[in-house]
């Protein structure tokens, strides 16, 4: 519930709980190549309720970042910690189980997370609410358009309970209409929950439209080349030209990283 | 400004999904109904059609090759009903018990053979060609072992349906896409929960295809045991009526007793395979409208 409701108490508690992901010195090779590895010496703090969006050209080894940090994969090397518990994870994919019903895929992460039978019908319709998709409990994935499931993905995510949502490039497959939409929910749902996000993409507009702090990777090894405050008032959009202008100027560093690999 | 976009972004996100969702265009109930029921029909009557013309051409004595209705005529003969009713209820109580531990069996070796590797490799292969290998060819071997028994008639039944129903699992297991998994253990199914909620309702597709070919074999194999290993200690049985007719060269209970096979098989599947499968496929989306 804390995650969600963003009420007085929660805040005082998100307050003491000053850091939600912490990675000291992360490193990452697969036992496969012998090259250079995907991940180097990685530092990162996220703060609680801190949104942070990962950006980098492919190979930078941002889907193992996530990984690493919800623990489907171990470190090489150095320290993954995720100070404020469980960390929910969303994929590009709305990777819903096809074989139940949009509502039983919510139901079915409130039972894993150990929510008492009776309230997981309540709080299951509270949050197809809270993504905009009442009334869609008995929806099969398969009737659902792109964006509807990953609203429900995120619905999902939200019933983990987590104090930190990794979203692995949870938008890449939307067309342009459907995906300003949910920048906008995303960011009304992150500032009403005061969950910790880390967003990652290689859209860099989008990272600049949705996060308070834009960290550039770079790509074999995977280094965090810079980073950058976005001091731009929410709400955005994307046409903005403020984001327009910062988006630019992290677009150049990014395309000079992407240089050196063809030299 | 910021504020008339915000409401815009909504009332557009409404639009958009009042947009996507695409509105159920299917046919009538009863049109499906007939769609579906008709063609089979039409199939059968022109096969008893046709077969009634070549009886009708006599290019064979007709004590040979009886007519749809001479057939008719002898299942409906007031001794027979009883002998193969009770030959149907043998042979259905021994494909139930049969094809009922095949399920037991191939579904613990399945899940075995999917979760370790080790066992796959060693094992697979094995399990693969018993598979290909007609499970009537152990009818012989059965009866030296354990002589004219039902136990004989059980292993022939488990032999020919218990492998491709542990090969059915294996492949559904085998073709859970990964990312479900990650997503299991994400919202925190560990050990017997990943099982339950994630693995086992992934492979069900690849499984019942493997239960409806089980059953297919374990039909089969029970007919060619029954056919083979005959004693009037086994009790009644379709094969052995099939066998009786052959032996008194009767040869419209004989076309009967093929038909009555024939219809049990494709009855179960019709009854509980079919609707089954339709229901994964269209519940998972797999299949149109």
């Given at each position: ?17 000053t ?6 010195g992360v ?5 496969k ?35 690493l940090?919800a ?65 869609a409990?008995?929806?099969?994935v ?25 979203m692995d490039?949870?938008?890449a497959?939307?067309?342009?209409i ?12 992150w ?13 860099v ?5 949705l996060g308070?702090r ?6 074999r ?11 731009i008032?929410?709400p ?7 984001v ?5 100027e ?14 | ?7 815009e ?17 299917g046919k009538a109930r ?16 022109s096969?008893?059609?046709?077969w ?5 051409a006599?290019l ?23 002998l ?7 042979s ?11 399920i ?16 796959r ?9 018993l ?28 032999l ?16 859970v ?8 253990r994400?919202?925190?199914?560990r ?15 690849g ?29 009644p ?28 098989g ?7 395979f ?12 797999l299949?149109?409208?």
């Amino acid at each position: 519930m804390t995650a969600l409701t963003g009420s007085g108490t929660d805040k005082a508690d998100t307050a003491v709980l000053t850091e939600a992901v912490r990675l000291v010195g992360v490193s990452k090779h697969f036992a496969k190549d012998q090259g250079a590895p995907v991940l180097d010496g990685i530092d990162l703090t996220v703060a609680a309720g801190e949104f942070v969006c990962l950006l980098g050209a492919s190979g930078c080894g941002k889907s193992t970042l996530l990984n690493l940090i919800a623990g489907l994969d171990q470190a090489s090397s150095g320290q993954v910690s995720v100070p404020a518990g469980r960390a929910a994870l969303m994929f590009q994919e709305s990777a819903l189980f096809p074989w139940l019903s949009a509502g039983r895929n919510i139901e079915l992460a409130l039972r894993l997370a150990g929510v008492p039978r009776a309230e997981r019908r309540p709080e299951t319709d509270r949050l197809l609410e809270l993504v905009r998709l009442d009334g869609a409990y008995n929806k099969r994935v398969h009737e659902l358009s792109g964006g509807m499931r990953q609203r429900v993905a995120l619905a999902r995510a939200l019933a983990q309970k987590a104090q930190v949502l990794l979203m692995d490039e949870p938008f890449a497959a939307l067309d342009a209409i459907t995906r300003d939409v949910l920048h906008e929910e995303l960011t009304s749902l992150w500032q009403k929950t005061g969950v910790a996000i880390v967003f990652v993409t290689h859209n860099v507009r989008e990272a600049v439209r949705l996060g308070q702090r834009v960290i550039l990777l770079s790509s074999r090894p995977g280094r965090i080349v810079r980073e950058w405050q976005v001091a731009i008032d929410q709400p955005r959009r994307i046409e903005d030209q403020p984001v327009a202008d910062l988006a630019r100027e992290i677009t150049d560093q990014l395309h000079r990283e992407i240089s050196r690999h063809g030299k | 400004m910021a504020s008339d976009t915000d409401v815009e972004l909504s009332t557009l996100g409404a639009g958009l999904d009042a947009l996507e969702i695409q509105s159920p265009q299917g046919k009538a109930r009863w049109r499906k109904v007939v769609g579906s029921v008709l063609p089979p029909v039409i199939g059968l009557l022109s096969l008893l059609l046709l077969w009634d013309l070549v009886v009708a051409a006599q290019l064979k004595p007709g004590y040979l090759l009886p007519g749809p209705g001479d057939v008719w005529d002898e299942l409906t003969q007031d001794w027979t009903p009883d002998l193969i009713g009770q030959a149907i209820w043998g042979s259905i109580r021994r494909a139930a018990i049969g094809y009922g531990s095949s399920i037991v069996i191939g579904t613990l070796l399945g899940l075995a053979l999917g979760q370790s590797k080790l066992l796959r490799k060693t094992y697979g292969p094995l399990l693969s060609g018993l598979q290909s290998l007609p499970s009537v060819a152990w009818v012989p071997v059965m009866i030296i072992w354990f002589g004219i028994t039902p136990s004989t008639i059980y292993a022939v039944v488990l032999l020919g349906a218990v492998p491709s129903i542990a090969i059915g699992l294996m492949d559904g297991l085998d073709r859970v896409p990964p990312i479900y998994l990650s997503v299991g253990r994400n919202l925190g199914a560990r050990g017997l929960d990943s099982i339950r909620f994630v693995l086992l309702p992934a492979a069900l597709p690849g499984y019942v295809s493997g239960l409806k070919q089980g059953w297919a074999f374990s039909w089969r194999s029970l007919m060619a045991a029954e056919l083979i290993a005959i004693s009037p200690a086994l009790g009644p049985g379709i094969g052995q009526v099939l066998d009786l007719a052959s032996n008194t060269l009767n040869m419209k209970l004989a076309f009967g007793i093929i038909i009555v096979i024939l219809l049990i098989g494709v009855g179960i599947n019709l009854i509980f395979f079919a609707p089954l499968e339709r229901r994964l496929l269209r519940t998972r989306g797999l299949t149109r409208s």
